[in-house]
Each structure stands twice: as C-alpha cells, then as structure tokens.
DNA sequence: TCGCCGATCTACACCGGTGTAAATCGTTTC
DNA sequence: GAAACGATTTACACCGGTGTAGATCGGCGA
C-alpha cells in the first residue's frame, strides 16, 4: 500500500505538498497539484484514514444509541439520521442498547474512546434520576425522546402532549366517550407514557370528562404489539364499554386493534382507534390506522444538525458554546380507516 | 485527558509498562501491575482508541450494508448482527444503501479507507452481472441474500427453494389447488423471488398441477405491503379464482391480507395465506401470519463468525486462506392462523 | 564467587499523516 | 536596485500508542 511519502518521492515534492494538494489547501501551484494528482493516480494511492483520524482527532463518526432497530419507529428513525448524517459527509456507529441500563451506560461511554466524535441517544431505561450522567461527558450529546431531560444538554424530542391530546380530541369530536388509554406504565413520571397520558387526561378534562381508570390498559414491558393486545383486552375484560382507543404508540394500536377485532369488535364503527408515531406499518394495518405523525424526520434532521454545530465548536478552540437547545418536532394527526370520518 | 505517559509518570514506570499492563501482558510484577491499575484509576485514564487502531491497523469495526432498516427484515437482521458482533467485541458501522446500486457501491468502497475491517454485505440493486466487483476487494467481505453469487465471497443465505416449496406443500396438503404466489419480478433470473419462485412451482409440479400465470402478483417496486396489497389486486382483478397465496415474504402477504380481508375473502377459510422471512409482524397481523422462518439469527452469527475467523487469518501474515464458504441456514415453518389446520 | 537465564522493565523507533514556523521564490513598490 | 510582501514549498515536531531489542535484576548451579 502506497503512502504519502511514496507519492511524494514519486512526483518530486514535499510530503506536505501532498497533504495540501489532497486536502485542498489553495496555496499550491497549479503545475505541482497536477503533477502530484498524476503521481497519486500512478501508484493508486488511497489516503490512511485511522492515521488521519488519529492525527486530527476527528472520526467523522457519531454514534447512534437506540434501543432496538427491530422496531419499526427505531428502524425508521435510524434510516433517517443515517441519511442526514450521510448528508453531511458523517459516518455511523449504531449502539443497539436493548432496553438495558447497562446497555446505555455502556453507549455513553463509546465516544470516550475516541473513535466516535459525538452521540444522538435515545434512553429508554436511564431515567430522570439518571441525568447528571449526561453533564461533562467531554463530547457532544443530543438526546432524544423524553425519557429524561438535562438542562446542560441539546435535546430534540417531539410534542407528546399536543398529540395525544389531538389525538383524544379526535375521537371526542366524532362522538365518542369511553376513551380507552393504552399503553401506561407504572414506572413513569416523566417519559412518553406520562406526557402522553397527560395529552389523553387533558383533553378529556377539557370536556368535563374524568378519567375513568378501568379504561387505562397498562403495557409494563414494552411498547411491543403483543402488549398492546393484552392491555386492551384487560380493559375489555373489566367490563368497561369502549368506544375508542388512544394508544401511545402504533404497535400497541395494532395490538389493540387485534384483540378488539377478535372480539368482534368493528373499526371504527364500534370503537376507534388512534395510534401514534406514524410508522410505516400503520398504513398498511387492517383497518389503516389513524395516527399522530410526531415528526420524526425532523427530529433526525435537527439532531444531526445540532451535533454538526457542537462539533464545530469543539473544533475552534475560541469559539464560544451556544447555550444547550430544547427543540419540539412539529406534530400532525393522519387521518385514516381506523377513527370515524369527523361528521360536519 | 491523561495519556498513557501521565499514568507512567504516575505510577513511576515506562509507557511501554504501562501498556503491557493494559494488554495483558504476562510478565510484570503484581506490585507493578497493581502501581498502574491505581495510576489508571487516579488519572481516570482512558487508552485512545484512534492511537491504537493507527498503529495496529485494526479498527474492530465491521461495516454492515443493507438497504434499509425501516424494513423490519433488516432491522431485525441488523440486530441480530449487532448482537453477534458485540459478543466478539466488534462494532458496527450500518451504511443503508437504500436499493440504490450507487448505494451499493458506494458502501463497498467503505472499507478501503481503512476504518472498518471488514464488511457484511446484503445486495439488492446489484446483480449477478456484477459479481466480478467483490472480486479482490483487498478486505474481508461476507454476503448476504441470493442477490448474487460469487466462487471467490464466502456467502451466507438461507433455503429459498426449499421454503417456499414447503410454504407452498402446506397449503396443497390442505386441499388448496388455486395458489397466486405474490412478489414476481421481473428483472430477476437468480434473486430471491427467482428462488421463491421456483420452490412455488416445483412444489405444484410434484402434484402435477400446471402454474396458472393469472395466479402469479407481480411487484415490482420493493416488497412492500402496498405492492403486496397492489399484486394481490391484480390477481383477484384477473377474474381467476384463488384458494391460497404464497407471498415471498411477510410485508407482501400482510399487505395482500389487507387487500383479500377488504375484498370481503376470509382468511383461512376462503384463502390460506403463507408468508416468508418470520418478522415480529407476522405475529400480531389480523389474521396472525403463518410464515417461513428462514433462520436470520443463525444466519448473523454465521455471517459473523466467519467475517471474524477472516480478519484473523489477515492478522497472522503467514495463516492459510480458507476457501470460501458457502452456507444456507436452516429453514422452519411456523405455522400461525392465517392457513387452515392441517387436516390428520 | 561467577556465569547464565528467565523475568521484568525500559529506550527508542515507528505507524502515516497534519500543524507550525520558516525557507525560498517571484513580483511589486519606491 | 533593494526592501517588502504574498505565494509556494519545505523541514520537523508531534499525535499516542505498540513492536523490538536490549538493559537490569535476582536466583541458581557450578
């Protein structure tokens, strides 16, 4: 394998010629850039990457750690931060973190080693407690989701209030009233399940509804479809009537939508259903399901965008730190099979 | 950040002591060994994963191409990868190529910069013709799928034929005569809609029924649920009757599922339907999917190991090349709602 | 006591680039 | 024609480890 010494021996110049020449520095007479263009394609020489790497400190890698890219909302998310990380010429490291402590503990110390320049991290069993792991951490981190927050770090999530309460909003103007809520976890009091029961309580509230604890469905393991199945069919079980479902996510939805079919239950006639994050599988359900799109393509693109600018930062040694950001992704209802069409 | 000459200083010995501590090196006094651990804790250092990987020329970062991971039979493959990589203590750099050739390319050349030791490579874009490409790559790659073929790749793929011949016997054994098989392409004559395919009609011929190509949905796109929804249209369009569907693969069969179960058909009494691939959804759709489980953990470790006894033998300068493998997975059916009981 | 040997530890070159400071060169200015 | 200046090019240290060869040390047999 050829090295820069070789093309530089090769084409009659300095090492550093060559080093200006590939990197683009615009001091470099035109003759000699040629000259060693010439002398690189002559001996096929391709630059060293780890001694670039190694030199400049700077991978050009950063780190994704979700929980499990079998899921449809993670595998989708990591398609899009891939494809604006791509973008921007980033490379990416995926940490599948399995819904473990230790596998997020662990994520967070990749970057130290040096080989990923900064994280997108999206908790799922760190919890608020957790997050003074997140301060001083030496690298850039952006978090996602709302599993926990920091004050002293870049965050981009989504609007699970809004949504959940649009979502709920959506049923109660078609009429219906014995909402179901399901999906609700026992351990929360700060992540999706509780911003998004909050969503589902205020907008019943808002109509002089109360919450009636027979219809939460609670789902302890995971946002899986086969909890979603079991939660609803404990609320059905408790013999309270259900006339429609909010689901916090759209695999729970299509598991719920299953056990209400099995039942037979008809969608929308007999009780609608709404679930949230818009996957791709929400189109093809039986029936289609209507949905809370939570933006996710903009939460890849601005979390990718923010961790570009951190890392510039980092890169300028004078350069002053912008104060950490908290963005919310713009939210929509997508309107499908699964809720009644809203009477005029 | 502490480097290993600060722990040296620390602890009162050379770097070059302070790194056969940290390597495990057998001949150092316990004292000593003991000296540095505690420098390394003081010191809070952490050994520079880029100085290491420059100067041994291995990254422990393999590189793993496939074209999207929103699909869940890549997503659930990629964690299957990952997991298997863990275990070796390798990382994974996912490059999703996005059904692109250029993709595919693109993500070939990867490697050559050095960051990444090896690849696992699952094509969809290119084809047989391009073969000559993964010829002399000058790094260890291992492909996936039945996409292409090549004498000189170790290969790792599961049993097309046999799966879907086996998919198919287990809707004649009950009685079904009129089979649409969905997913047909076009521009194939080796892929694994080829295969599929030809498992589809070898099991018909060995009942000496003849394929009826009014029962063959074609998708040409992706196999996506809205082609299999789409495909599964043009069959019942054409008039022909049908009794059972093999889709060649899960997406395919959940979309045409859709499309039967809006048509008013029942599933299984009016149409068996056997998918392929096992992903998660296929135990939760409506009705639950009976499908191919086509091995995908076995085929990750597989993939893995013998990416990992590669990169050995490019370690020891002098080791043998073992000649490339070739291995098919083991295949099951899992049978599921979606296909009548088989009759005793 | 001396020589030998393995265990232990160290000095130093080296991996292949990039940053810095300075040398060299050709013009332009006065 | 000399000083000044920007454009070009170069030498050299350096990033932070690891491989190699050799120094040092303690114990043991002769």
Same mark, same amino acid.
């Given at each position: ?8 021996r090769?084409a009659?110049?300095?090492v ?5 020449v590939l990197?683009?520095?615009?001091h470099?007479r035109?003759?000699t ?9 002559a001996?096929?020489?391709e630059i060293?990457?780890?001694?670039k ?5 700077r991978s050009g890698?950063?780190?994704l ?9 993670f595998?989708e ?9 791509r973008r ?5 490291l995926i940490e599948?973190t ?5 596998g997020?503990?662990?994520?967070l ?6 080989l !990923? %320049? =900064?994280l997108?991290?999206s908790?799922? /069993?760190l919890?608020?407690?957790d997050?003074h792991l @997140?301060d001083?951490? &030496?690298y ?6 709302e ?6 770090v870049?965050?981009?999530t989504?609007?699970?209030i809004d949504?959940a309460?649009?979502?709920?909003e959506?049923?109660?103007d078609?009429?219906r009233r014995?909402?179901?809520a399901?999906?609700m ?5 700060a992540?999706?399940?509780w911003?998004?029961?909050?969503g589902?309580?205020?907008?019943l ?5 109360e ?16 909890n979603?199945a079991?939660?609803?069919a ?5 013999g309270?009537? !259900? %006339? =429609?479902?909010?689901a916090?996510?759209d /695999? ?7 056990? @209400?079919?099995?039942? &037979?239950?008809?969608?929308p ?11 791709e ?6 029936p ?6 939570p933006?996710?393509?903009?939460i890849?693109?601005?979390a ?6 951190r890392l ?5 040694p004078?350069?002053e730190r912008?104060?950490p950001?908290?963005?919310l992704?713009?939210m929509?209802?997508?309107?499908r ?6 009477s005029?």
């Open positions: 394998m050829a090295t820069m010494a070789d093309v530089a090769h009659g110049v300095s550093k010629t060559v080093s200006n990197s683009g520095y615009p470099v035109e003759a850039r040629e000259r060693v263009r010439a002398s690189v394609d001996l096929g020489y060293n990457v780890t001694a790497i190694f030199r400049s400190g890698v950063v780190g750690s979700v929980p499990e890219l079998g899921q449809p909302y595998g998310l990591a398609d899009e931060i891939l494809a604006a990380a921007h010429g980033l490379q990416v599948p399995g819904f473990t402590r230790e997020e503990l662990a994520a110390r990749v970057p130290r080693g040096g !990923v %320049d =900064g997108i991290f908790p799922a /069993a919890v608020q407690a997050a @997140l001083d951490l &030496g850039p981190l952006v978090l996602l989701g599993q926990m927050f920091s004050s002293s870049d965050h981009v989504m609007r699970n949504g309460q649009a979502a709920t959506l049923l109660l078609a009429g014995q909402i179901a399901i999906g976890l026992h351990a929360e009091t992540g999706s399940a911003l998004r029961y909050t589902y309580s205020k907008a509230e808002a109509r002089g509804i919450v009636d604890t027979r219809l939460l469905g609670w789902a302890d393991d995971a946002w899986h479809r086969a979603g079991r939660a609803m404990d609320v059905l079980d408790s309270v009537r !259900v %006339d =429609g479902v909010v916090f996510n /695999a729970l939805a299509i598991g719920a939508m299953y056990e @209400l079919q099995a039942r &037979g239950l008809a969608i006639q007999d009780v609608g259903v709404v679930g949230f994050d818009d996957i599988d929400s189109r093809y359900s039986v289609t399901l209507t949905t809370v799109d933006g996710r393509r903009e890849a693109n601005v990718v965008d923010i961790l570009r600018r510039q930062e980092t890169q300028r004078g350069a912008g104060s950001v908290l963005y992704a713009g929509r209802i997508v309107e099979e699964s809720t009644p069409r809203r005029g």
